[in-house]
Protein backbone atom coordinates (compact mmCIF):
# COMPACT_ATOMS: atom_id res chain seq x y z
CA UNK A 1 0.00 0.00 0.00
CA UNK A 2 1.18 3.98 -0.89
CA UNK A 3 2.96 5.10 2.05
CA UNK A 4 1.39 8.29 3.21
CA UNK A 5 2.38 11.16 6.06
CA UNK A 6 -0.47 11.82 8.32
CA UNK A 7 -0.28 14.35 11.80
CA UNK A 8 -2.76 13.37 14.49
CA UNK A 9 -3.42 15.80 17.08
CA UNK A 10 -4.79 14.63 20.48
CA UNK A 11 -5.87 17.13 23.07
CA UNK A 12 -7.14 16.20 26.56
CA UNK A 13 -5.07 14.73 29.59
CA UNK A 14 -2.30 13.73 27.57
CA UNK A 15 0.80 15.22 29.53
CA UNK A 16 2.86 13.75 32.06
CA UNK A 17 0.73 10.39 32.04
CA UNK A 18 3.07 8.41 29.77
CA UNK A 19 1.40 8.84 26.38
CA UNK A 20 4.34 9.25 24.17
CA UNK A 21 6.07 5.95 25.41
CA UNK A 22 2.53 4.52 24.65
CA UNK A 23 2.37 5.97 21.36
CA UNK A 24 6.20 5.02 20.81
CA UNK A 25 5.22 1.36 21.86
CA UNK A 26 2.25 1.62 19.41
CA UNK A 27 4.53 2.46 16.27
CA UNK A 28 6.71 -0.88 17.37
CA UNK A 29 3.56 -3.04 16.82
CA UNK A 30 2.36 -1.20 13.55
CA UNK A 31 6.08 -0.73 12.10
CA UNK A 32 5.42 2.84 11.71
CA UNK A 33 7.98 5.54 11.11
CA UNK A 34 7.83 9.24 12.31
CA UNK A 35 7.90 11.54 15.41
CA UNK A 36 5.80 12.07 18.48
CA UNK A 37 6.07 14.98 20.95
CA UNK A 38 4.20 17.13 23.03
CA UNK A 39 2.75 20.76 22.31
CA UNK A 40 0.44 23.41 24.00
CA UNK A 41 -2.56 21.64 23.31
CA UNK A 42 -1.13 18.17 23.47
CA UNK A 43 0.33 15.60 21.59
CA UNK A 44 1.21 15.83 18.13
CA UNK A 45 1.96 12.76 15.97
CA UNK A 46 3.54 12.48 12.50
CA UNK A 47 3.10 9.02 10.66
CA UNK A 48 4.18 7.48 8.01
CA UNK A 49 1.53 5.14 7.28
CA UNK A 50 -0.82 3.67 4.71
CA UNK A 51 -4.83 4.21 5.69
CA UNK A 52 -5.35 0.97 6.74
CA UNK A 53 -2.87 1.13 9.33
CA UNK A 54 -3.89 4.46 10.30
CA UNK A 55 -6.76 3.37 11.39
CA UNK A 56 -5.94 0.65 13.64
CA UNK A 57 -3.68 3.31 15.12
CA UNK A 58 -6.07 5.20 15.80
CA UNK A 59 -8.05 2.89 16.82
CA UNK A 60 -5.57 1.67 19.25
CA UNK A 61 -5.17 4.67 20.97
CA UNK A 62 -8.81 5.24 21.31
CA UNK A 63 -8.64 1.70 23.38
CA UNK A 64 -5.65 1.36 25.02
CA UNK A 65 -4.62 4.77 26.33
CA UNK A 66 -2.50 5.23 29.43
CA UNK A 67 -5.09 4.96 32.79
CA UNK A 68 -4.02 8.72 34.19
CA UNK A 69 -4.55 9.75 30.09
CA UNK A 70 -8.26 11.13 29.25
CA UNK A 71 -8.96 12.02 25.60
CA UNK A 72 -10.81 14.88 24.81
CA UNK A 73 -10.27 15.12 20.94
CA UNK A 74 -8.34 12.97 18.23
CA UNK A 75 -7.96 15.11 14.54
CA UNK A 76 -5.84 13.92 12.27
CA UNK A 77 -5.03 15.03 8.25
CA UNK A 78 -2.67 14.37 5.85
CA UNK A 79 0.40 15.88 5.23
CA UNK A 80 2.64 16.75 2.58
CA UNK A 81 4.95 13.79 2.47
CA UNK A 82 8.09 13.62 4.39
CA UNK A 83 10.02 10.29 4.84
CA UNK A 84 11.43 9.15 8.46
CA UNK A 85 13.47 6.18 8.59
CA UNK A 86 12.67 5.76 12.29
CA UNK A 87 10.16 6.29 15.38
CA UNK A 88 11.28 8.83 17.88
CA UNK A 89 9.83 11.45 20.82
CA UNK A 90 11.10 14.36 19.98
CA UNK A 91 11.70 17.21 22.14
CA UNK A 92 8.08 19.90 23.00
CA UNK A 93 6.98 22.17 21.02
CA UNK A 94 5.94 25.22 22.07
CA UNK A 95 3.61 27.44 20.15
CA UNK A 96 0.26 29.63 20.54
CA UNK A 97 -2.19 29.58 23.28
CA UNK A 98 -1.79 26.30 26.05
CA UNK A 99 -4.84 24.59 26.56
CA UNK A 100 -3.43 21.05 27.47
CA UNK A 101 -4.50 19.44 30.83
CA UNK A 102 -2.82 19.68 33.92
CA UNK A 103 -2.56 15.98 35.42
CA UNK A 104 -4.04 16.10 39.24
CA UNK A 105 -2.19 14.30 42.06
CA UNK A 106 -3.13 11.09 42.45
CA UNK A 107 -2.35 7.89 44.32
CA UNK A 108 0.32 5.64 44.47
CA UNK A 109 -0.06 2.95 41.14
CA UNK A 110 -0.22 -0.80 42.19
CA UNK A 111 2.90 -1.64 40.71
CA UNK A 112 4.92 0.91 42.50
CA UNK A 113 3.06 -0.21 45.83
CA UNK A 114 4.53 -3.62 44.94
CA UNK A 115 8.12 -2.49 44.53
CA UNK A 116 7.36 -0.25 47.62
CA UNK A 117 7.18 -3.88 50.11
CA UNK A 118 9.88 -5.76 47.70
CA UNK A 119 13.35 -6.27 49.85
CA UNK A 120 14.65 -7.10 46.27
CA UNK A 121 13.92 -3.96 45.04
CA UNK A 122 16.07 -0.28 45.06
CA UNK A 123 13.45 1.28 45.82
CA UNK A 124 12.45 -1.15 48.73
CA UNK A 125 10.66 1.39 51.33
CA UNK A 126 11.05 4.80 49.42
CA UNK A 127 8.73 7.14 50.60
CA UNK A 128 8.57 9.17 47.17
CA UNK A 129 8.01 5.72 44.54
CA UNK A 130 6.74 6.86 41.24
CA UNK A 131 6.28 6.46 37.81
CA UNK A 132 4.34 7.45 34.51
CA UNK A 133 1.29 5.88 36.03
CA UNK A 134 1.07 7.46 39.58
CA UNK A 135 2.18 10.20 42.13
CA UNK A 136 2.47 13.59 42.43
CA UNK A 137 1.83 16.43 39.30
CA UNK A 138 -0.36 19.49 39.74
CA UNK A 139 0.97 20.25 43.08
CA UNK A 140 4.99 20.33 41.74
CA UNK A 141 4.47 22.33 38.55
CA UNK A 142 5.93 25.62 38.06
CA UNK A 143 5.59 25.65 34.03
CA UNK A 144 4.43 24.31 31.51
CA UNK A 145 5.13 22.19 29.66
CA UNK A 146 5.17 19.55 32.29
CA UNK A 147 8.90 18.29 32.11
CA UNK A 148 11.54 17.96 35.09
CA UNK A 149 12.95 21.39 35.01
CA UNK A 150 9.62 23.29 35.00
CA UNK A 151 8.64 21.24 38.15
CA UNK A 152 10.16 21.36 42.01
CA UNK A 153 12.16 18.05 41.04
CA UNK A 154 14.37 19.85 38.95
CA UNK A 155 16.60 20.37 42.29
CA UNK A 156 17.10 16.48 42.34
CA UNK A 157 19.58 15.30 39.88
CA UNK A 158 19.37 11.95 38.77
CA UNK A 159 21.34 8.96 39.64
CA UNK A 160 22.64 6.96 36.58
CA UNK A 161 20.25 4.00 37.40
CA UNK A 162 17.26 6.88 37.56
CA UNK A 163 18.74 7.94 34.29
CA UNK A 164 18.74 5.10 32.72
CA UNK A 165 15.01 3.98 33.42
CA UNK A 166 13.87 7.98 32.61
CA UNK A 167 15.29 7.22 28.91
CA UNK A 168 14.07 4.24 27.79
CA UNK A 169 10.82 4.69 26.29
CA UNK A 170 9.72 1.52 26.80
CA UNK A 171 10.15 1.84 30.53
CA UNK A 172 7.44 2.20 33.00
CA UNK A 173 9.27 5.15 34.15
CA UNK A 174 10.35 6.54 30.74
CA UNK A 175 9.98 10.74 31.23
CA UNK A 176 8.42 10.13 34.71
CA UNK A 177 9.44 13.63 36.07
CA UNK A 178 9.39 12.96 39.59
CA UNK A 179 11.05 9.95 39.70
CA UNK A 180 14.17 9.13 42.34
CA UNK A 181 15.19 6.92 44.80
CA UNK A 182 17.11 6.49 47.70
CA UNK A 183 20.29 7.62 46.26
CA UNK A 184 18.82 10.61 44.57
CA UNK A 185 15.83 11.53 45.34
CA UNK A 186 13.76 13.47 47.95
CA UNK A 187 14.40 12.69 51.38
CA UNK A 188 11.93 12.80 54.53
CA UNK A 189 13.54 14.98 58.25
CA UNK A 190 12.01 14.73 61.55
CA UNK A 191 12.06 17.66 63.60
CA UNK A 192 10.51 18.65 66.53
CA UNK A 193 8.28 22.12 66.51
CA UNK A 194 11.14 24.49 68.04
CA UNK A 195 12.78 22.76 64.26
CA UNK A 196 14.82 21.28 65.55
CA UNK A 197 16.27 17.87 63.99
CA UNK A 198 15.56 14.72 65.21
CA UNK A 199 18.49 12.38 64.72
CA UNK A 200 16.90 8.73 62.96
CA UNK A 201 19.01 8.23 60.22
CA UNK A 202 16.67 6.35 57.40
CA UNK A 203 14.52 5.59 60.44
CA UNK A 204 11.91 8.35 60.35
CA UNK A 205 8.99 6.40 59.86
CA UNK A 206 10.09 4.08 62.19
CA UNK A 207 10.47 7.03 64.98
CA UNK A 208 7.23 9.18 63.98
CA UNK A 209 4.94 5.82 64.22
CA UNK A 210 6.59 5.14 67.69
CA UNK A 211 5.74 8.90 68.57
CA UNK A 212 2.04 8.70 67.32
CA UNK A 213 2.03 5.32 69.69
CA UNK A 214 2.57 7.74 72.46
CA UNK A 215 -0.18 10.18 71.63
CA UNK A 216 2.20 12.88 70.17
CA UNK A 217 0.84 15.13 67.37
CA UNK A 218 2.46 15.24 64.19
CA UNK A 219 2.33 17.52 61.02
CA UNK A 220 2.95 15.40 58.15
CA UNK A 221 3.99 16.88 54.63
CA UNK A 222 1.72 15.49 52.24
CA UNK A 223 1.38 16.17 48.00
CA UNK A 224 -0.54 19.49 48.66
CA UNK A 225 0.30 20.47 51.95
CA UNK A 226 0.60 19.56 55.50
CA UNK A 227 -1.64 17.46 57.69
CA UNK A 228 -1.86 17.50 61.63
CA UNK A 229 -2.30 13.45 62.56
CA UNK A 230 -2.80 11.66 65.78
CA UNK A 231 -3.83 7.87 66.40
CA UNK A 232 -7.72 7.92 65.79
CA UNK A 233 -8.07 5.25 68.63
CA UNK A 234 -6.41 7.36 71.29
CA UNK A 235 -8.59 9.90 72.86
CA UNK A 236 -6.94 11.75 75.17
CA UNK A 237 -4.44 12.31 71.52
CA UNK A 238 -7.48 13.79 69.52
CA UNK A 239 -8.91 15.97 72.44
CA UNK A 240 -5.38 17.38 72.91
CA UNK A 241 -5.70 18.12 69.34
CA UNK A 242 -9.16 19.70 69.45
CA UNK A 243 -8.13 22.14 72.63
CA UNK A 244 -4.67 22.69 70.51
CA UNK A 245 -6.24 23.66 67.44
CA UNK A 246 -9.07 25.50 69.38
CA UNK A 247 -11.68 23.29 67.29
CA UNK A 248 -13.29 21.32 69.71
CA UNK A 249 -16.28 19.85 67.82
CA UNK A 250 -15.08 20.29 64.28
CA UNK A 251 -15.65 16.75 62.60
CA UNK A 252 -12.01 15.07 61.55
CA UNK A 253 -11.05 13.06 58.85
CA UNK A 254 -9.89 9.38 59.48
CA UNK A 255 -7.29 7.81 56.81
CA UNK A 256 -7.55 4.30 56.83
CA UNK A 257 -5.00 2.14 55.90
CA UNK A 258 -6.98 0.20 53.75
CA UNK A 259 -10.71 -0.79 52.71
CA UNK A 260 -11.02 -3.37 55.25
CA UNK A 261 -9.72 -1.00 58.10
CA UNK A 262 -12.67 1.29 56.54
CA UNK A 263 -15.29 -1.06 56.85
CA UNK A 264 -14.33 -1.85 60.53
CA UNK A 265 -15.18 1.78 61.47
CA UNK A 266 -17.95 2.56 58.92
CA UNK A 267 -21.17 0.85 56.76
CA UNK A 268 -19.68 1.31 53.24
CA UNK A 269 -21.37 1.06 50.15
CA UNK A 270 -20.11 -0.51 46.87
CA UNK A 271 -20.18 2.97 44.89
CA UNK A 272 -18.48 4.29 48.28
CA UNK A 273 -15.91 1.81 47.84
CA UNK A 274 -15.06 2.63 44.54
CA UNK A 275 -14.51 6.10 45.46
CA UNK A 276 -12.26 5.47 48.35
CA UNK A 277 -10.30 3.00 46.65
CA UNK A 278 -10.11 5.31 43.08
CA UNK A 279 -6.58 6.80 42.22
CA UNK A 280 -7.82 10.35 43.34
CA UNK A 281 -8.62 8.92 46.61
CA UNK A 282 -11.02 11.40 48.12
CA UNK A 283 -12.29 11.71 51.36
CA UNK A 284 -15.47 10.20 51.71
CA UNK A 285 -18.24 11.21 53.70
CA UNK A 286 -19.96 7.85 55.45
CA UNK A 287 -22.20 6.34 58.35
CA UNK A 288 -20.11 5.33 61.21
CA UNK A 289 -20.66 1.90 63.00
CA UNK A 290 -19.38 3.04 66.06
CA UNK A 291 -21.80 6.49 67.00
CA UNK A 292 -20.84 6.42 70.29
CA UNK A 293 -17.09 7.55 68.59
CA UNK A 294 -18.05 11.34 69.42
CA UNK A 295 -14.47 12.37 69.77
CA UNK A 296 -13.63 11.69 66.03
CA UNK A 297 -16.88 13.67 65.01
CA UNK A 298 -19.27 14.71 67.70
CA UNK A 299 -23.08 15.01 67.52
CA UNK A 300 -22.89 13.14 63.83
CA UNK A 301 -23.01 9.94 63.27
CA UNK A 302 -21.10 9.92 59.97
CA UNK A 303 -17.21 10.16 59.51
CA UNK A 304 -14.89 11.61 56.65
CA UNK A 305 -12.45 8.65 55.74
CA UNK A 306 -9.82 8.40 52.89
CA UNK A 307 -6.82 5.40 52.18
CA UNK A 308 -3.01 6.27 52.05
CA UNK A 309 -2.33 8.24 48.90
CA UNK A 310 1.35 8.95 49.05
CA UNK A 311 4.25 5.43 49.68
CA UNK A 312 4.63 7.66 52.64
CA UNK A 313 1.64 7.45 54.12
CA UNK A 314 1.01 4.07 52.39
CA UNK A 315 4.25 2.92 54.94
CA UNK A 316 3.22 5.10 57.88
CA UNK A 317 -0.49 3.23 57.92
CA UNK A 318 1.12 -0.47 57.31
CA UNK A 319 3.85 -0.08 60.04
CA UNK A 320 0.63 2.02 62.20
CA UNK A 321 -1.53 -0.11 61.96
CA UNK A 322 -4.53 1.97 63.14
CA UNK A 323 -6.52 4.67 61.72
CA UNK A 324 -5.22 8.01 61.77
CA UNK A 325 -6.77 11.52 62.08
CA UNK A 326 -5.74 13.42 59.17
CA UNK A 327 -6.91 17.09 59.02
CA UNK A 328 -5.39 20.16 57.27
CA UNK A 329 -2.50 21.29 58.82
CA UNK A 330 -3.95 25.63 58.84
CA UNK A 331 -5.08 28.07 61.20
CA UNK A 332 -9.44 28.10 61.21
CA UNK A 333 -10.24 30.10 57.67
CA UNK A 334 -6.75 30.00 56.83
CA UNK A 335 -5.65 28.04 53.72
CA UNK A 336 -3.70 24.83 53.67
CA UNK A 337 0.13 24.98 55.10
CA UNK A 338 2.66 24.37 52.70
CA UNK A 339 5.99 25.03 53.86
CA UNK A 340 7.86 24.74 57.16
CA UNK A 341 7.78 28.83 57.20
CA UNK A 342 3.83 28.67 57.37
CA UNK A 343 3.58 26.16 59.54
CA UNK A 344 5.41 27.97 62.23
CA UNK A 345 1.94 29.34 63.01
CA UNK A 346 1.29 25.74 64.46
CA UNK A 347 4.28 25.12 66.56
CA UNK A 348 1.44 25.35 69.40
CA UNK A 349 -0.43 22.65 68.23
CA UNK A 350 2.09 19.61 67.00
CA UNK A 351 5.04 17.68 68.45
CA UNK A 352 7.07 17.00 65.80
CA UNK A 353 7.16 17.85 61.86
CA UNK A 354 7.93 14.66 59.83
CA UNK A 355 9.15 16.61 56.81
CA UNK A 356 10.20 16.33 53.23
CA UNK A 357 12.71 18.36 50.91
CA UNK A 358 10.38 18.03 47.84
CA UNK A 359 9.04 21.69 47.39
CA UNK A 360 4.87 22.09 47.11
CA UNK A 361 4.74 24.58 44.57
CA UNK A 362 0.81 24.44 44.07
CA UNK A 363 -1.20 24.01 47.72
CA UNK A 364 -4.04 21.79 47.27
CA UNK A 365 -6.61 20.20 49.90
CA UNK A 366 -8.14 16.92 50.35
CA UNK A 367 -11.42 16.19 47.84
CA UNK A 368 -14.01 15.51 49.83
CA UNK A 369 -17.14 13.59 48.47
CA UNK A 370 -20.54 12.15 49.51
CA UNK A 371 -22.86 9.37 47.77
CA UNK A 372 -26.36 10.77 47.76
CA UNK A 373 -29.07 7.90 45.97
CA UNK A 374 -26.26 6.28 44.51
CA UNK A 375 -24.59 9.66 42.45
CA UNK A 376 -21.45 10.44 43.96
CA UNK A 377 -21.58 14.47 45.37
CA UNK A 378 -18.68 16.88 45.32
CA UNK A 379 -18.41 18.56 48.45
CA UNK A 380 -14.89 19.72 47.97
CA UNK A 381 -13.20 19.30 44.62
CA UNK A 382 -8.99 19.60 45.08
CA UNK A 383 -6.52 16.88 45.06
CA UNK A 384 -6.94 14.69 42.70
CA UNK A 385 -10.17 16.20 40.83
CA UNK A 386 -8.38 19.98 39.75
CA UNK A 387 -7.36 21.31 37.99
CA UNK A 388 -10.00 20.66 35.56
CA UNK A 389 -10.56 21.38 32.07
CA UNK A 390 -14.14 21.56 30.99
CA UNK A 391 -15.47 21.92 27.15
CA UNK A 392 -17.17 24.78 26.29
CA UNK A 393 -20.42 24.65 24.07
CA UNK A 394 -19.31 27.86 22.54
CA UNK A 395 -15.18 29.64 21.45
CA UNK A 396 -14.58 32.90 23.81
CA UNK A 397 -13.89 35.67 21.72
CA UNK A 398 -11.48 37.07 24.14
CA UNK A 399 -9.80 35.25 27.87
CA UNK A 400 -11.44 35.08 30.84
CA UNK A 401 -10.30 35.55 34.68
CA UNK A 402 -13.80 34.55 36.30
CA UNK A 403 -13.46 34.86 40.34
CA UNK A 404 -15.31 33.06 42.86
CA UNK A 405 -16.98 34.51 45.46
CA UNK A 406 -16.13 35.15 48.89
CA UNK A 407 -17.07 31.89 50.00
CA UNK A 408 -15.82 28.43 49.23
CA UNK A 409 -14.28 30.39 46.71
CA UNK A 410 -12.72 29.10 43.18
CA UNK A 411 -11.18 30.80 40.37
CA UNK A 412 -11.89 29.50 36.63
CA UNK A 413 -9.95 30.86 33.25
CA UNK A 414 -11.68 30.87 30.10
CA UNK A 415 -9.48 30.04 26.84
CA UNK A 416 -10.73 29.41 23.30
CA UNK A 417 -13.42 27.00 24.19
CA UNK A 418 -12.10 25.61 27.48
CA UNK A 419 -12.20 26.68 31.18
CA UNK A 420 -9.51 25.50 33.65
CA UNK A 421 -11.17 25.20 37.02
CA UNK A 422 -8.48 25.69 40.42
CA UNK A 423 -9.04 23.36 42.96
CA UNK A 424 -11.21 24.53 45.77
CA UNK A 425 -9.52 28.09 48.04
CA UNK A 426 -11.98 27.97 50.41
CA UNK A 427 -13.35 31.49 52.73
CA UNK A 428 -11.57 34.85 51.97
CA UNK A 429 -11.82 36.37 55.30
CA UNK A 430 -7.95 36.25 56.63
CA UNK A 431 -5.51 37.80 54.83
CA UNK A 432 -3.33 34.45 53.90
CA UNK A 433 -6.35 33.34 52.70
CA UNK A 434 -6.73 36.03 49.81
CA UNK A 435 -2.68 35.68 49.64
CA UNK A 436 -3.76 32.02 48.57
CA UNK A 437 -6.51 33.03 46.49
CA UNK A 438 -3.88 35.85 44.50
CA UNK A 439 -1.30 32.67 44.70
CA UNK A 440 -3.08 30.65 43.00
CA UNK A 441 -4.39 33.04 39.91
CA UNK A 442 -1.02 33.89 39.54
CA UNK A 443 -0.02 29.86 39.15
CA UNK A 444 -3.02 29.43 36.61
CA UNK A 445 -1.85 32.31 34.45
CA UNK A 446 2.11 31.88 35.04
CA UNK A 447 0.98 27.93 33.97
CA UNK A 448 -1.19 28.79 31.27
CA UNK A 449 0.65 31.58 30.44
CA UNK A 450 -2.10 33.59 30.19
CA UNK A 451 -3.24 37.44 30.43
CA UNK A 452 -6.77 38.02 30.96
CA UNK A 453 -8.75 40.35 28.73
CA UNK A 454 -11.94 40.62 30.81
CA UNK A 455 -12.07 39.85 34.82
CA UNK A 456 -15.38 38.45 35.84
CA UNK A 457 -16.10 39.07 39.68
CA UNK A 458 -18.76 39.70 42.22
CA UNK A 459 -20.45 42.62 42.54
CA UNK A 460 -20.08 43.12 46.67
CA UNK A 461 -17.76 45.82 46.88
CA UNK A 462 -17.19 44.46 50.63
CA UNK A 463 -16.02 40.78 49.29
CA UNK A 464 -12.53 40.16 48.47
CA UNK A 465 -12.97 38.64 45.73
ZN1 LIG B 1 3.43 3.97 39.91
ZN1 LIG C 1 18.10 7.50 41.60
Known amino acids: ?47 NTDTLTLKQFLIAIEYEYPPLASIDTIQHCEMSYVKFDSFEIIKTQDSGNITVNIPPDVSICEQCEKELLDPEN ?45 NNPLDRRYHAQPIGCHDCGPELHLVDNKGIKVEVVKNEIKKTVELLNEG ?45 MAKRLATISPKEEELLVSQERPIVIVQMKD ?47 TNLESLEKLQNVYDYVLDHNRDIVNGCDDSVLMVVKE ?35 TIAIGIENRVILSPHIGDLDSIS ?27 ESRYSS
Not at 137 to 145: E, V
Not at 315 to 327: F, G, H, Q, R, S
Not at 399 to 408: E, I, S, T, Y
Open 122 to 166: RRYGYPFITCTHCGVRYSIIYDLPYDREHTSMKFFQMCKLCEKEY
Open 375 to 409: QQVMIRRARGYAPISLELPFTLKEKVLALGANQKS
Open 291 to 337: KHASDISPGISKIGLFLPYTPLHFLLLEKLNCPLVATSANITDEPIC
Open 216 to 260: KIIALKGLGGYHLVCDATNKSAIQELRKRKKRPTKPLAVMVRDIN
Open 1 to 47: MELCTYKINISGTVQGVGFRPFIYALSQRYLVTGTVSNNSNGVEIIL
Open 433 to 459: SVEYYEKNIESLERIYKFLPEVIAHDK
